[in-house]
């Protein structure tokens, strides 16, 4: 049974909007001391591929997934883990939140396991201890996960932050589930951004190819967050505002509902 807890809202940061002039990090802050309960979830495409250009290590893309060799995966967890979380943490701490900083390793948070040889050291989740999390929130922390996952008794493995996100929402029937990243929200094929999408039409997207790349696991990640009876939204995490806007009730980006 997954542990209820309709007052928290997760919010994945992508990558794609780190470092970028926004208000996401203020925004978060301002939420908890408000009182909300807030997890946050974060990417970090761009800055590992950035790495491991930089190492030299090759890596590609099958279906939006980064193929994930044991070289790859040493940058990846350092990356993730020892970059970016440690910098979103001390960001939000700055801001006055307090935030703790893990990965799916730390407690058993994400269990997973290899499924994709073409994929490597990829995982798909098989459970997420949301007793975890909710003890964390419970504390007055803002935990603040890294896209690492545990393959039994010990593998690290590279998890799509989007799909961590969605299952994360999941185990603990979140109320929101907010994707921050550098787009409006969900593109139709003239380039529109969709207000609302059903199951139905995000097939037909998908089956069209409109929806594409990092926009794949998004969006598979909101349709399990809200099999719960969640809200996803996905919005850009660029603009100034946007997460406060959201949690305020505006119509903001694409909205997924069950
Ligand atoms: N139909 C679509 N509508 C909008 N964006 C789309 C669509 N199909 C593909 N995309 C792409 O998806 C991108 C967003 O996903 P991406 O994985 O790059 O960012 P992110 O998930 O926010 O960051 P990270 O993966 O680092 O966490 C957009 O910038 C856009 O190029
Ligand atoms: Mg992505």
Redo the contacts with the bound molecule.
């Keep these: 049974m997954p542990t209820t807890d309709l007052k928290t809202t997760v919010i994945k940061i992508?990558?794609?909007?780190l470092g970028a002039e926004d208000t996401t990090l203020e925004d978060v802050a301002a939420l908890q001391q408000a009182g909300e309960r807030v997890v946050v979830v974060h990417?970090?495409?761009?800055m590992i591929t950035d790495w491991l250009d930089k190492m030299q290590v090759p890596s590609e893309f099958v279906d939006g997934l980064r193929s994930t060799s044991a070289e790859a995966l040493n940058v990846v967890v350092a990356v993730l883990r020892g970059v970016i979380n440690a910098q979103l943490v001390a960001q939000l701490g700055a801001r006055g939140a307090r935030a703790v900083g893990l990965c799916g390793v730390d407690g058993g948070l994400v269990r997973a396991e290899r499924y994709d040889p073409r994929l490597g050291y990829v995982g798909q989740i098989t459970g997420v201890n949301g007793e975890l999390l909710t003890d964390l929130l419970d504390a007055g922390v803002v935990p603040v996960i890294a896209p690492i996952g545990l393959e039994a008794p010990d593998q690290p493995l590279n998890i799509n932050?989007?799909t961590v996100a969605g299952e994360v929402a999941r185990a603990i029937s979140a109320k929101h589930l907010v994707f921050l990243?550098?787009?409006d929200g969900?593109?139709d094929a003239s380039g529109a951004v969709i207000d609302r999408l059903d199951a139905t039409r995000a097939e037909a997207l998908r089956a069209a190819g409109?929806?594409?790349?990092?926009?794949i696991p998004?969006v598979e990640a909101c349709f399990r967050a809200t099999e719960g009876g969640g809200l996803a939204i996905m919005a850009n995490g660029r603009t100034p505002g946007t997460l406060r806007r959201i949690v305020d009730g505006e119509q903001l980006g694409t909205r997924i509902e069950a």
Excluded: N, Q
């Design positions: 992508g990558g794609s909007t990417g970090g495409g761009a932050a989007d990243t550098d787009v969900l593109m409109t929806i594409a790349g990092g926009m998004k």
